[in-house]
Nanobody, 122 residues
Framework: QVQLVESGGGSVQAGNSLRLSCKPS????????YAWFRQGPGKEREFVAL????????LYRDSVKGRFTISRDNPSNTVYLQMNSLNTDDTGVYYC???????????????WGQGTQVSVAS
C-alpha cells in the first residue's frame, strides 16, 4: 500500500492560483498513474486530472483544461497540480490517488491521500 501526502491547499480569491503537491511513500513504478480528484460541497467526487509517471501523458476534465496543469518531478517523486484562474466552482477537497490504469474512474485507483482543502471566494 502506498501512502500519499497532499499539501498546498488553502483559501484564495477567484482568479488566483494554488499549487498542490502529492508525495508518495515509495518511489513510483514506471507504470503508475497518478490522479487528482475533488469533492465540492454537496457534490460527488469527480475526476480532475491524471498523469502517467512514465512518459508524462496527461488527461484533464474539460472544465479545468487550459487552467490546471498536472506534472511530476522524478528526483523528488512528487506529483503537482498547478491551478490557475481559480473560480468558485473549483472549491472542494482535492485528493491524490495512484493506480495502474490510465482511467478517469476513481475505482481504478488503489491508494488515496487524505485530501487537502481548496476554497475559492468570489
Amino acid at each position: 500500500q502506498v501512502q500519499l501526502v497532499e499539501s498546498g491547499g488553502g483559501s484564495v480569491q477567484a482568479g488566483n492560483s494554488l499549487r498542490l503537491s502529492c508525495k508518495p511513500s515509495q518511489r513510483p513504478y514506471s507504470r503508475s498513474v497518478y490522479a487528482w480528484f475533488r469533492q465540492g460541497p454537496g457534490k460527488e467526487r469527480e475526476f480532475v486530472a491524471l498523469i502517467r509517471w512514465h512518459g508524462g501523458s496527461a488527461l484533464y476534465r474539460d472544465s479545468v483544461k487550459g487552467r490546471f496543469t498536472i506534472s511530476r518531478d522524478n528526483p523528488s517523486n512528487t506529483v503537482y497540480l498547478q491551478m490557475n484562474s481559480l473560480n468558485t466552482d473549483d472549491t472542494g477537497v482535492y485528493y491524490c490517488a495512484v493506480g495502474a490504469q490510465y482511467s478517469t474512474n476513481e475505482a481504478a485507483y488503489d491508494d488515496w491521500g487524505q485530501g487537502t482543502q481548496v476554497s475559492v471566494a468570489s
